[in-house]
């Protein structure tokens, strides 16, 4: 059963001075809201954010299924479209990530990257398990000889473990939610107020890379404890066995992840997802 209602009203106020108000959805239950971000963005809408109470086909990466208990969680779309060359786009799903890990934060009052932290690139980590996910569509124009490939839009897939008590059997060991991390989990949590300073924060990290500032993926360290001096395995795509261990030695000028591999070769990590070793 729903934990509450959500009032979508108190979001839209709390975001008045962000590129996402005026265009926020609320839905009880759909497929995905990235489904729902993808249709309106090619009828060619820009901009907006679609918020559902439960997905009932909600992704992780590749395959993977993304539990979703209607009204415990948060599960959201939002639809941009920066002119940023694809280059830039690249470091959307960190982006992202520092953008939901500060919203944990300053919501739930969690440590940044002692308590919430990041798996790179796009994993929220609540004391060691895993709370959150993103996932990141994007559309470009082709290069050509005068620009490079422009940006035409991203959906930017969000999903927070907000009020789960229980997990499947399956899911319980490795995965969390906020509540029940907090020292005192009888409450529930709201979620506008998450919602809101999701929303608030990505406006500030998108204005960022728009602007030319300086990227993030220099401090990146600050936000995960992963990128530098973790020893992990390597992933490899779901239509690959293979897979390599090694430790993680910081991001390339692309923000791509670099791994001393025990091979003895230096690995720039371009797809798949990064775990702790199970021989450790």
């Known amino acids: 059963m729903p934990t509450d209602t959500f009032d979508l009203r108190e979001v839209e106020q709390a975001i008045a001075n962000t590129e996402f108000a005026g265009c926020l959805m609320h839905f009880a239950s759909v497929a995905t809201t990235n489904d729902l971000a993808l249709q309106a963005a090619q009828s060619g809408a820009r901009h907006g954010v679609w918020i559902a109470d439960a997905q009932t086909a909600g992704r992780g990466r590749g395959s993977r299924t993304w539990h979703s208990s209607p009204g415990e969680g948060l599960y959201m779309t939002a639809l941009i479209s920066p002119p940023l060359p694809m280059q830039s786009a690249l ?15 300053s919501v739930a009052g969690f440590r940044l990257r002692d308590q919430i932290d990041i798996r ?5 980590l609540l004391n060691g398990r895993k709370c959150g996910g ?5 559309a470009s124009t082709p290069p050509t000889p005068a620009q490079p490939a422009i940006l035409r839009y991203a959906l930017i897939g969000i999903g927070v473990n907000v009020n789960h008590a229980v997990f499947p059997p399956e899911l319980d060991a490795i995965a969390t939610s906020l509540r029940r991390e907090l020292p005192e989990p009888s409450q529930p949590l709201r979620r506008e107020p998450l919602a809101a300073a999701i929303l608030v924060t ?5 204005r960022r890379l728009t602007s030319n500032l300086e990227s993030r993926t220099s401090d990146f360290t600050l936000f995960s404890s992963w990128v530098s001096g973790k020893r992990v395995r390597v992933e490899a795509r779901d239509d690959d066995p293979g897979g390599y261990t090694g430790v993680t030695a910081g991001l390339d000028p692309s923000g791509f992840l670099r791994v001393n591999g025990d091979d003895g070769q230096l690995h720039t990590v371009l797809s798949g997802g990064l775990r702790e070793p199970t021989d450790n």
């Open 91 to 105: 470091s959307l799903s960190f982006t992202t990530a520092i953008a939901v890990q500060s919203a944990i934060a």
């Open 120 to 124: 790179w690139p796009n994993d929220l």
């Open 134 to 138: 993103i996932l990141i569509d994007t």
């Open 202 to 206: 990505l406006n500030h990290e998108i």
